[in-house]
């Protein structure tokens, strides 16, 4: 499976997760508040920022009947039209390139999720090192061919999607020419609960379609994504805001910057976990083995005294015979005057 190249940080098996911080309208409109994400997402020691382009008009129509009004009770949105919600949540067109300045002055990536063909060329004049493909866009046939032609790495969430469908994205982005595909493995529901996450899915998912795979995850905390880590993603995005009190509209599952901390330093240190298949003992556990279990003698033993069930014990530490000789140390008699504490050796022997 080919490693993906990603404004130069390799993205592999044999790399460390790729972390990207989700903005989404986590800046409430602000776009100080939005600069201030970048900072802090820099600062916890991700690799990339994410923005989502697009605009109410280019998403949905202004209506308040039947599917276009949010009205399930579990919803974070109940009671907005789908317009309302994304003309609150949008980032305006006009704040990518100082967002996108900063990421770069912070030392890093910034890229986007384009809604439609319209933000994939607003995008390409920002020379963007690659697209996100959000789960209720990939479906949208037309705006996966425009992506995969401008040649750069495809990451593609798989929420909402059966098997079949996610063949039908794969195959229409490798048609039209996309090269570099990331799979993520996603549960499109805000927030989502561990249980749906179903993250064995992974692997499955990575030699289906022979790419490379990772995480889009709307759980709360962390403890998904390092599952998600253990099973072979090498991509990680969360969304991020700068204090989930203030609000917004992916508040609620966004991770706060100490949590974000928390991801980088644990994401990498589940990488680092993994190691290769061995059974060996570690250069560094050698110094301990002085510490196993072996036999010692646990009581004065005279001359030609037995070998017993009372003077010999499997104790620490471990300078004396190993445990598996005491039966044949206790068919044999002592050679000679022994000190409590002696460990066991073949010349006390009589």
């Not at 510490?291 to 010692?296: E, G, L, M, V």
Request: hydrophobic share 40%.
């Amino acid at each position: 499976m080919e490693e993906i190249n990603i404004g130069g940080i390799p993205i592999g098996r044999q790399h460390k997760p790729f972390i990207i911080a989700e903005m989404s309208g986590n800046h409430n409109q602000s776009l100080d508040r939005a600069l201030a994400i970048v900072d802090c997402a820099a600062e916890a020691g991700v690799q990339a920022i994410k923005l989502q382009t697009y605009t109410a008009d280019t998403l949905t129509i202004n209506m308040n009947v039947g599917l276009f009004l949010i009205s399930d009770d579990k919803s974070l949105w109940k009671g907005q039209n789908l317009y309302q919600l994304y003309k609150q949540a949008y980032t305006p067109w006009e704040w990518h390139e100082p967002i996108f300045r900063r990421a770069k002055e912070r030392g890093l990536l910034a890229f986007s999720s384009p809604f439609d063909e319209s933000a994939v060329d607003f995008l390409e004049k920002l020379d963007v090192p690659a697209y996100k493909v959000a789960s209720f866009e990939n479906n949208h046939l037309p705006l996966l061919r425009k992506i995969a032609k401008t040649g750069k790495p495809v990451i593609v969430s798989t929420g909402l999607s059966t098997l079949a469908d996610i063949d039908e994205t794969v195959y229409t982005l490798r048609e039209a020419g996309c090269k570099k595909l990331i799979l993520l493995k996603c549960t499109s529901t805000y927030p989502a609960s561990p249980e749906n996450s179903n993250l064995l899915t992974i692997p499955h998912m990575a030699e289906m379609f022979n790419c490379q795979v990772g995480l889009s995850d709307h759980t709360l905390g962390i403890g998904v994504p390092l599952a998600a880590i253990g099973l072979g993603a090498r991509l990680i995005e969360k969304h991020f805001t700068l204090n989930r009190a203030d609000g917004g509209v992916d508040a609620a599952f966004s991770l706060e910057p100490h949590e974000l901390v928390s991801l980088v330093i644990e994401s990498r240190r589940a990488f680092e976990g993994l190691g290769k298949i061995t059974y060996d003992i570690t250069e560094s556990e050698k110094k301990s083995l002085r510490f196993k279990r072996s036999i010692y003698v646990v009581q004065d033993v005279e001359a030609g005294e037995n070998f017993t069930a009372e003077n010999l014990r499997i104790i620490r530490p471990g300078d004396g015979l190993h445990p598996r000789f005491l039966p044949e140390l206790l068919r044999h008699k002592a050679s000679s005057n022994i000190k409590m504490g002696t460990p066991s050796s073949w010349n006390l022997i009589a």
